[in-house]
């Protein structure tokens, strides 16, 4: 199979491998109420598994650089986009909430290596401009990201739930069969290491730490639970439950161009302090604030 040309499809394919990475999970709010019903399992234990699933593919991140440096980044990134995809299948098998759980983790663990693979990967594809690479990498997954809450609950009600998380599975073996024309990144013979022993002791990390875990979980759980609230705490119809899912997810593209120039103009600590108190001001309009305020708030 050719070879794609330094910047002529590999970012575009890293940008959709990108989104389908993330839009595997994004299936799953929009249709929580129909899944939580057809499984008979309740809200909090589906949580419960997501939470399983979420830390997995935190983990599994941990893995994916080392595992990269060792046999090639196009080769993990591809792979993990590709397992994630196929093992959506799992969703239909029959069962209550066994299948479904071991297929939400098995996706979860095959799709944490992609992260660090492709940040990796990007670096070494463009070192003449990273910055502008990322910053198309993750504005790309965005824009297909909010896309997703959309077009699952169309086939999730259209047909079942299952064959939403299938449609995105097949999307992503075929991505990651394209993913396979990205030219190889070969990392110099003598690369540097530092151990990760070291890496924890540097000042402040885990002040960082502790706030990324944070975010996480304030993004997570409005991420799984809003359309549900929408339509079962504020009335909202599924249809637009789902569009408010995908507005959510619209506002993540220049949310993060508008953050790097305002980290860039008034230094990221200041900005990630106001940044942060947005957050909790949006959280306290959900419950708080007046009907309309309360949705946009949080947008």
């Known amino acids: ?20 990475n993330h839009s595997l999970f994004l299936v799953l709010p929009p249709l929580l109420d129909d899944i939580s019903r057809d499984l008979g399992a309740s809200f909090q234990t589906i ?36 397992l994630a995809g196929a093992a959506t299948v799992i969703f239909l098998l029959p069962g209550e909430i066994t299948s479904f759980t071991a297929g939400l983790w098995v996706v979860a663990l095959a799709a944490s290596l992609y992260h660090p ?42 047909f079942h739930w299952r064959y939403a998380f299938v449609f995105f599975g097949a999307v992503s073996v075929a991505t990651s069969l394209l993913m396979r024309r990205i030219p190889s990144a070969h990392e110099p013979q003598q690369a540097e290491r530092t151990p990760l022993v070291d890496v924890l002791r540097i000042p ?25 609230f929408l339509v079962l705490e504020r009335g909202f119809t599924g249809q637009l439950a789902a569009f408010y899912a995908s507005a959510l997810l619209f506002f993540g593209a220049p949310g993060q161009l508008f953050g790097g120039w305002a980290a ?10 106001v940044a942060s108190a947005g957050r909790v001001v949006s959280m306290l309009s959900l419950p708080l604030g007046p009907s309309t305020f309360r949705v946009v708030g949080v947008l």
């Open 1 to 20: 199979m050719r070879a794609m040309k330094r910047g002529d499809g590999a970012l575009l394919l890293l940008g959709l491998a990108h989104s389908l």
């Open 264 to 273: 860039d103009r008034y230094t990221p600590r200041r900005f990630l302090v």
């Open 204 to 228: 402040g990390l885990w002040i960082l730490i502790l706030y990324n875990v944070i975010i996480g979980l304030f993004q997570r759980g409005v991420e799984l639970f809003f359309p549900t």
């Open 47 to 82: 949580g419960a598994v997501s939470t399983v699933a979420f830390f997995l593919y935190g983990l599994g991140a941990l893995i994916g650089g080392p595992l990269s440096d060792r046999i090639g980044h196009v080769r993990v990134a591809s792979v993990s986009i590709g």
């Open 117 to 158: 693979t492709a940040n990796t990967l990007i670096a070494k594809l463009f070192p003449e401009n990273t910055a502008r690479s990322m910053g198309i990498h993750g504005a790309s997954g965005s824009v297909g990201q909010m896309f997703t809450p959309a077009i699952a609950y169309f086939i999730g009600v259209t």
